[in-house]
């Protein structure tokens, strides 16, 4: 019997492509010999390169809310006869295109946006497992099952990019390497605030140098963190391939829940999350290195993007001498 070949079409978020591993290694864990493909945006082709169980990118050049019919038709045409399943982890219905578009025989997804027909190997989950990101991707291969740690995401480094990153960034390893990541793209109820970050930074600098990552519209809250050069600040400054060389080198990474955040679980790093409108009960860091601070306060989680009542004390009641005393 041939090897399957698989295209799987992931939410193109960063979090999400790196938890989508998951279903990456729960295929290879059933067939060795499957021909694993991942459909990203060009930003992400990189990412995909540090999977040892994706075969290869397919690139589609639109961005998060282009519908790009051209390009998808055009994609859809190309890669015709390629696969024998495609594998949809997004419920929109412009992600399920390009699968029916090729005649991929078999579609597999969730119900949305009126795809009935883009998609033909429904997969149906209630509306608490369906928040559990992972454990919902690893469903759509086979039968619902807890999520082995087996399949924990693990991205490979590259020795050469994280030397010309340490060159190129004047970083030396005199002092043990830690990571924070400020941000959160879904907004401030993700994101622990500045003067509590700055607090930990005080209880670190003289033993730890710490690295602060982040994207472009980070750049000002990196540079209120370093507070001149406590830190170096290198939002903007670095790919996302770069971040997970550096989160090879590093001991700890401090993040909220966001991107950065389960990349650095998916590398050697201790990752101490902080939770707030989220819980780390639906999207936790995927590693058993890992430390969770998360104050289950009476409104949340609440998932908005701002907080309702505008006290934020999901976030503000979680202080710096409690992410301290994960240092161990």
């Not at 082709?45 to 790009?68: F, T």
């Not at 966001?258 to 009960?281: C, E, N, Q, R, V």
Request: proline share 4%.
């Amino acid at each position: 019997m041939s090897s399957q070949r698989i295209l799987i079409v992931p939410q193109n978020w960063l979090g999400d492509i790196v938890m989508s591993q998951t279903l990456l290694k729960k295929i290879k864990n059933e067939d060795v010999e499957a021909k694993i493909d991942v459909l990203v945006e060009p930003s992400f082709k990189e990412l995909i390169a540090r999977m040892p169980e994706a075969n290869q990118s397919v690139v589609l050049d639109c961005k998060h809310k282009e519908l790009g019919l051209k390009k998808r038709l055009n994609l859809a045409k190309k890669i015709r006869g390629c696969y024998d399943q495609s594998i949809v982890l997004s419920r929109s219905l412009k992600s399920a295109l390009i699968p029916y578009l090729a005649r991929i025989p078999i579609r597999t997804g969730e119900r949305g946006e009126s795809r009935y027909i883009l998609i033909n190997d429904l997969k149906s989950f209630s509306k608490q497992d369906r928040r559990k990101t992972a454990y919902r991707y690893v469903s759509m291969f086979s039968e619902k099952e807890e999520l082995d740690e087996k399949y924990y995401p693990s991205l490979q480094k590259n020795t050469k990019n994280l030397e010309f990153l340490l060159s190129k960034h004047k970083i030396n390893l005199d002092k043990k390497i830690v990571i924070f990541a400020p941000g959160a793209a879904f907004g401030p109820s993700k994101m622990w605030p500045v003067n509590k970050f700055k607090e930990l930074l005080k209880r670190l600098d003289q033993k730890y140098k710490i690295l602060i990552l982040g994207s472009k519209s980070e750049v000002n809250l990196g540079d209120q963190i370093a507070d001149g050069d406590k830190a170096i600040n290198l939002c903007g400054k670095t790919s996302i391939q770069d971040a997970v060389d550096l989160m090879h080198i590093s001991e700890f990474c401090v993040s909220n829940d966001s991107g950065l955040m389960h990349l650095a679980s998916a590398t050697k790093t201790k990752s101490i999350s902080i939770y707030g409108a989220t819980s780390p009960d639906l999207t936790p860091p995927l590693t058993t290195n890992k430390e969770i601070h998360y104050r289950r306060v009476s409104c949340s989680p609440c998932f908005e993007k701002k907080c309702k009542y505008g006290h934020y004390n999901c976030l503000v009641e979680i202080q710096a001498d409690d992410v301290f005393k994960s240092f161990k």
